[in-house]
């Protein structure tokens, strides 16, 4: 039985990935069994799709204060912890939101300055006048309605006003739904990182087309 519900699956994910992304999951599976290792997709998004500008009726979009974090931060489901918060803000980071009323349905996080990854003790790296997007976020009540989309780009129509090249991000190269999610967006692939832990040491090494959007990984700053 184990062996039947083990071959199911794998034929469920070659037709929703293909050979080559199932083949490619399973090998950092056994990879990651003895060591860490990843493959991070760099992403950059630079033109604004008029598909996604226009909210549903009675949404708004804009960036929250630290007031308005700090009051929907005490809301679990808002996924907003404190220390997270509180290094953010420390930063410079803004957060671009989406609300239903006074609800919050959807966010996004861009950052200029160095940004820890996981492993915490790594910061991504970018180039002057990029932006980078992460800690995406959808309650569950309010998702396949594209605010995720829409937000993201509102918020780059606002950095691209202010004078901003574009968008960077990164998905780990096995999470196919996200990359595919990313491409439905408009971003295009910058080049990839590789990233292994190796004696208790951290190693990385970004492929060239990373190199014009400044994309590298560095250990963090205390």
């Known amino acids: 039985m184990a062996v039947q519900q083990f071959i199911q699956k794998s034929q469920l994910k070659i037709r929703q990935h293909g050979l080559a992304n199932t083949a490619h999951q399973a090998l950092l599976k056994v990879v990651n ?63 671009y939101g989406i609300f239903d009323g006074e609800r919050l349905a959807s966010y996004g996080w861009y950052s200029r300055k160095p940004t820890h990854i996981e492993p915490e003790v790594l910061d991504l790296h970018f180039a002057a006048g990029y932006v980078y997007m992460y800690k995406g976020f959808t309650h569950h009540d309010y998702r396949g309605q594209r605010l995720h989309a829409i937000g993201m780009n509102l918020a780059l129509q606002h950095y691209l006003e202010a004078g901003a090249k574009g968008l960077v991000s990164y998905v780990e190269s096995a999470n196919f739904d996200s990359l595919k999610s990313c491409y439905r967006l408009g971003y295009v692939d910058t080049g990839s990182i590789y990233l292994m832990r190796l004696f208790g040491r951290y190693l990385s090494f970004a492929s060239g087309g990373c190199r014009p959007f400044g994309l590298a990984l560095k250990p963090a700053r205390a």
């Open 33 to 95: 069994s003895v060591l860490l290792f990843k493959i991070l997709r760099g992403l950059t998004l630079q033109k604004v799709d008029p598909r996604f500008l226009e909210l549903p009726a009675h949404y708004r979009g804009l960036f929250l204060s630290e007031a308005m974090l700090r009051h929907y931060a005490s809301d679990p489901r808002n996924e907003l912890p404190e220390d997270f918060l509180d290094a953010a803000l420390a930063k410079g980071d803004q957060c």
